[in-house]
T-cell receptor, first 110, second 113 residues
Framework: KNEVEQSPQNLTAQEGEFITINCSYSVGISALHWLQQHPGGGIVSLFM?????KKHGRLIATINIQEKHSSLHITASHPRDSAVYIC????????????WGAGTKLIIKP | KAGVTQTPRYLIKTRGQQVTLSCSPI?????VSWYQQTPGQGLQFLFE???????NKGNFPGRFSGRQFSNSRSEMNVSTLELGDSALYLC????????????FGSGTRLTVV
């Protein structure tokens, strides 16, 4: 069983829809990261969370430490949001590497 | 401020050769970690360096090695290349590991033929 599980694996939606991507983990963490990867490979860090909720523009990330679950929401989705969204965690007892989820491929159709 | 710079962006090598990839972190960041991304395995941790010392290493064979210089620039080396080493290699820069957030480079896409 993977330590970090993401769902869904693929998501196609229409422009304007509210998007939710989920991440569950089974290990003790010091932080959870949401990252975005566009075709071509570069990765952009969106959020780093250890508790609560963060918002940046149309993106919202939440984490529930007790349930070991995080969600990434995109409001008013736009075709430029199309990318792979990856959840990764920094382990509590080994803060020097990220454990990655498999990613969610999001396609927003105009 | 300048981002994380990885060179080269693309590389084609032949089986059996060796390759060296470079990563220059954000100024002031002392931690550099390396990841391999393949379609089948996703993103996997290679190793992390801090102040010229390897602090953590993933489950890769000894053909994969790295080092970090006093200016925090890091190199990774893969010897005796295999077809399965074809991947995107990403480096991440951080002040000091996961609790401080990461900035990623654009990656080096290595193709082994």
């Amino acid at each position: 069983k993977n330590e970090v599980e993401q769902s869904p694996q693929n998501l196609t939606a229409q422009e304007g829809e509210f998007i939710t991507i989920n991440c569950s983990y089974s290990v003790g963490i010091s932080a959870l990261h949401w990252l975005q990867q566009h075709p071509g490979g570069g990765i952009v860090s969106l959020f780093m969370l250890s508790s609560g909720k963060k918002k940046h523009g149309r993106l919202i990330a939440t984490i529930n430490i007790q349930e070991k679950h995080s969600s990434l929401h995109i409001t008013a989705s736009h075709p430029r949001d199309s990318a792979v969204y990856i959840c990764a965690v920094s382990l509590m007892d080994s803060n020097y590497q990220l454990i990655w989820g498999a990613g969610t491929k999001l396609i927003i159709k105009p | 401020k300048a981002g994380v710079t990885q060179t080269p962006r693309y590389l084609i090598k032949t089986r059996g050769q060796q390759v060296t990839l470079s990563c220059s972190p954000i100024s002031g960041h002392r931690s550099v970690s390396w990841y391999q991304q393949t379609p089948g395995q996703g993103l996997q941790f290679l190793f992390e360096y801090f102040s010229e010392t390897q602090r953590n290493k993933g489950n890769f064979p000894g053909r994969f090695s790295g080092r970090q210089f006093s200016n925090s620039r890091s190199e990774m080396n893969v010897s005796t290349l295999e077809l399965g080493d074809s991947a995107l290699y990403l480096c991440a820069s951080s002040p000091n590991g996961g609790g401080y957030g990461y900035t990623f480079g654009s990656g080096t896409r290595l193709t082994v033929v």
